[in-house]
């Protein structure tokens, strides 16, 4: 089996005027989809008293879901759907924008060290234009050999999240022991990537360090992962079966065309496609002009 290969991060400001920096490893040109998983965004751990921790704005989505994970603090989530809820560490959010849904994050006045990972998950064609959804879960822990897991998507040592995707996906986070080794059975149909949150971990004979991606294509049913540190390791473990579709991301909408970017701006700036989140004192985020030039899709890397 080949080595894997490494995506490294880039600091991005995100949530407008009062943004935060998140490093983020996709998409970037050299692979836009892992699965469906499109999207990661990797922060913290911030100190919220220098750093004013996460508040972004009412802003839109299309065509994904979000998944929310946190490994301290806390978020308070609100959306166009009604849902007032809580992102605790442990605790899955995972919020279907489908045709069009609006939502806030806060970090509350509990949190004093904000830490975790934003995901996205790109909707197939069918789904697409679903209907808004939010869903909530606390997976229960799993002991293994030499590490600790807990499943949020999918399936994966023994355990399997009630959560509904609209593609087959694993979302898991991995604890391992000061210097384990730890063999997975996985699903040979999907692709892998593993984010490394703390620590030094070799997986398919690469070493993946703090805040990489580390991608691995399908064929394999088993991935083993060793912490090279003498501390413990934590990881994001994401999976899935290959996307066949070309997308086009910009902002906080996927589509399949510049039209339905143009027209999900639009009715952003000038309808009610998305709704109204009720509770956040401040303005709605606006939309950044449109580029010069018609955006393009893009699909995953063969």
């Known amino acids: 089996m080949s080595e894997a290969d490494i995506l490294s991060a880039r600091d991005v400001p995100l949530g407008g005027p009062r943004s935060m920096t998140v490093r983020r490893t996709l998409p970037q040109r050299a692979r836009t989809l892992i699965g469906a998983w499109c999207f990661v965004d990797h922060y913290g751990p911030d100190d919220v008293s220098e750093t004013g921790g996460m508040d972004v704005a009412p802003h839109p989505h299309t065509g994904l879901q979000t998944v929310s994970w946190l490994f301290s603090g806390e978020i308070e989530h609100r959306d166009s759907l009604g849902s007032h809820a809580y992102v605790r560490p442990g605790e ?3 919020m279907t924008g489908g045709h069009g849904i609006s939502h806030t994050e806060v970090s509350t006045a509990r949190t004093t060290v904000l830490h975790g990972v934003q995901l996205w998950v790109a909707l197939p064609d069918e789904h697409r234009h679903a209907a808004r959804d939010f869903q909530h879960h606390a997976p229960d822990p799993v002991r293994l050999d030499g590490a600790r897991a807990r499943v949020f998507l999918g399936t994966l040592a023994g355990e399997t999240s009630p959560v509904r995707t609209f593609t087959p996906l694993l979302g898991a986070e991995l604890v391992l022991d000061p210097h384990a080794t730890v063999t997975l059975a996985v699903d040979a149909a999907f692709e892998h990537g593993l984010l490394v949150d703390r620590g030094r971990v070799r997986m398919a004979d690469t070493v993946v360090e703090q805040a990489e991606l580390g991608y691995l294509d399908t064929g394999r049913t088993t991935l083993t992962l060793t912490n090279e540190t003498d501390t413990e390791a934590r990881v994001i473990l994401l999976g899935g079966t290959p996307f066949g579709e070309e997308i086009v991301m910009w902002w906080n909408f996927i589509g399949r065309s510049h ?27 606006p939309a950044p002009e449109l580029p010069n030039v018609p955006l393009k899709p893009r699909g995953r890397v063969r």
């Not at 009715?267 to 709704?275: I, N, Q, S």
């Open 259 to 285: 039209e339905d970017i143009a027209q999900a701006r639009e009715d952003w700036m000038t309808g009610d496609r998305f709704g109204v989140v009720k509770g956040y004192d401040g303005d709605p985020l």
């Open 92 to 94: 899955l959010n995972l």
